[in-house]
């Protein structure tokens, strides 16, 4: 177990959301769990002698870096349900074509936090991003299948616009950027 004291306005942040969560009883919740909100708390059955207290930290924030990414995929590219009955090179060929989607997603969504960040100071997150592209995703093919550039980057303009909607301009923090998972993992490596 770590344990990671956080700065006092963190802690703040946590008891608030704490006692506001629609989804927990907020009436049962007692000192001890509202003084607990003060720190970070790291379970694992990874041995010291393989990874520092810091090592285990930074490797549960790039977890919950990952996390996210994979809810976007899962969800908002409905990668669930069932699978019908099919042949397997049917199936194959539709988890590769999901894949190849999915991967230009991603791609499209790191563009606009890179341009957004660059541009305005402005942060979007990866499940808001990835929403957006989503509502775009019959115009995005009718405008490839049109085979035209115009219609393509007409779409480009307009996917951009819902992006810009969607982020909110605030003072960043010191320590943030416009991905943070790329940045986590180049510092590790």
Not at 70 to 82: D, M, N, T, V, Y
Request: proline share 3%; aromatic share 12%.
């Amino acid at each position: 177990m770590v344990l990671q004291k956080v700065p006092k306005a963190v802690g703040d942040y946590k008891r608030h959301k704490l006692k506001t969560d629609k989804q927990s009883n907020r009436n049962k919740i007692t000192p001890q769990r509202l003084a607990f909100c003060d720190a970070n708390c790291y379970i694992t059955n990874i041995s010291e002698q393989m990874m520092t207290d810091q090592d285990i930290i930074n490797l549960y924030g790039l977890r919950w870096i990952i996390e996210i990414l994979f809810k976007a995929w899962k969800s908002i590219a409905k990668l669930k349900g069932p699978i019908r009955s099919m042949k397997p090179a049917r199936f194959m060929c539709m988890l590769y074509a999901q894949m190849i989607r999915i991967l230009i997603d991603t791609k499209i969504v790191q563009y606009f936090k890179i341009e957004l960040w660059n541009l305005f100071s402005h942060k979007i997150s990866e499940l808001k991003a990835f929403n957006v592209l989503a509502t775009f995703s019959q115009a995005w093919w009718m405008a490839l299948r049109s085979g035209t550039t115009r219609a393509t980057h007409d779409l480009f303009d307009k996917i951009t616009e819902a992006m810009i909607a969607f982020t909110k301009k605030r003072k960043p923090s010191k320590k943030e950027s416009h991905n943070d998972f790329y940045i986590f993992v180049n510092s590790q490596t």
